[in-house]
């Protein structure tokens, strides 16, 4: 996903956040020290209010992590795997590998989420108990937290995807219909509405006097609408790609160079003339490995008459590869994901076309021709 940064690796899953925690950052530290903690305890000094809101806010951090390491966490016990997860305030987008599998652990991996945040904010609530009307930090953290994870876990609970009680809806229209496809059109189309209603609720709040709360709400509203506008979208993608395979879009006239080619050759004979910035490498027909500009410039100009492609190229154990029978939407979402635009479909190791966004463009704006024709 743009906009995310990369901070470590938890469970075995490659853990991101999204660019909009510093924004929540700096807006949640900014209304606990001059909103909510000012009238909780008005006599501490002004240093205190911003230390203890910007632990307040550090929390909130690890208690949106602990919500989405539960679902994560279920989720692989599930025997589903995980690639990468981007930390949100809510639906944490964990990007299977695999699509959901059945109705009940769906509803287990969705509620596990809310349960993780009402057990904190009990927690929080029971260690708050002995600070109770002291106006201490204490106090004002464990209360705010008690609070706050109570509040992730009911806005988790609307029912639009991607929150949880949109995933919670899916599952249960997948149950009755038995249409998975359709089930989730409707869950990511109610994930706006919920979006619209937030905000809706967030500037009645802000004209009504509440001016931290209603901004609040308008943020988180217009972050979900985004994530639900992207989800339906993904599901309209998804049915118009419904039985389509990799064979159907991929160009199976791609240029291919051989391995044994000089890196000055390459780019005289192929790059050059043909405009190309990247090949796939094949050694008697098969995929042998992938050689972009980049690599070719890592290696001084003088020498390329004398290093072979194949010398410096990336392995095709490196590489993204399709089979043609594979689901095309299975393929291109694990190309958006990966940031990947072109990618080699190989049968029985043989290098047999080439997927690239322009090749599905292609494909479906033949299938759209040939449906206006009949
Ligand atoms: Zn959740």
Redesign the pocket.
């Known amino acids: 996903m743009p906009g995310s940064l990369r901070i470590g690796k938890v469970i075995g899953i490659d853990l991101y956040i999204h660019a909009g925690w510093l924004i929540i950052l700096v807006l949640l530290t900014w209304s606990l020290a001059s909103d909510r903690f000012v009238q909780l305890a008005p006599t501490w000094a002004g240093s205190t209010y911003w230390i203890t809101a910007l632990i307040t806010s550090l929390l909130f951090f690890v208690s949106v992590l602990a919500?989405?390491l539960a679902?994560a966490w279920l989720t692989q016990a599930h025997g589903l795997k995980i690639a990468r997860m981007t930390l949100f305030i809510?639906?944490?987008n964990e990007d299977l590998e695999s699509p959901p599998r059945s109705v009940g652990s769906e509803l287990q991996i969705?509620l596990i989420?809310?349960c993780a945040s009402l057990l904190i904010a009990g927690l929080a609530y029971l260690l708050a108990l002995p600070f109770a009307g002291t106006g201490t930090p204490e106090e004002a953290v464990l209360d705010y937290l008690a609070f706050i994870n109570l509040s992730l876990a009911l806005l988790?609970l609307l029912p639009g995807f991607p929150?949880?009680g949109g995933r919670i809806m899916r599952a249960l229209l997948w149950k009755w219909s038995g249409d998975y496809r359709q089930a989730a059109r409707a869950a990511t189309l109610a994930g706006q509405g919920c979006a619209y209603l937030l905000i809706v609720l967030g500037i009645g709040s802000f004209f009504f006097g509440h001016f931290f709360y209603g901004l609040w709400t308008i943020f988180i509203g217009w972050f979900l609408l985004s994530a639900a506008q992207a989800a339906h979208m993904q599901t309209l993608i998804q049915t118009a790609l419904h039985e389509v395979t990799v064979q159907h879009a991929m160009n199976v006239a791609a240029v291919t160079v051989p391995a044994n080619i000089s890196l000055q050759k390459l780019v005289d004979e192929y790059f050059d003339p043909l405009k190309l910035s990247s090949a796939f490498v094949v050694q008697g027909g098969y995929l042998a490995g992938q050689i972009t500009l980049m690599e070719v410039h890592q290696v001084p100009h003088e020498q390329w008459g004398k290093t072979p492609v194949g010398y410096n190229m990336r392995l095709k154990e490196q590489l993204l590869v399709a089979t043609p029978e594979q689901s095309l939407s299975a393929v291109l979402q694990a190309m958006v994901a990966r940031g990947i635009d072109l990618v080699p479909v190989v049968e029985d190791g043989l290098l047999v076309g080439v997927l690239s966004l322009e090749s599905v463009i292609a494909y479906l704006q033949h299938r759209c021709v040939q449906q206006a024709i009949q």
């Open positions: 919500h989405e679902h809510f639906g944490g969705a989420g809310p988790n929150l949880d």
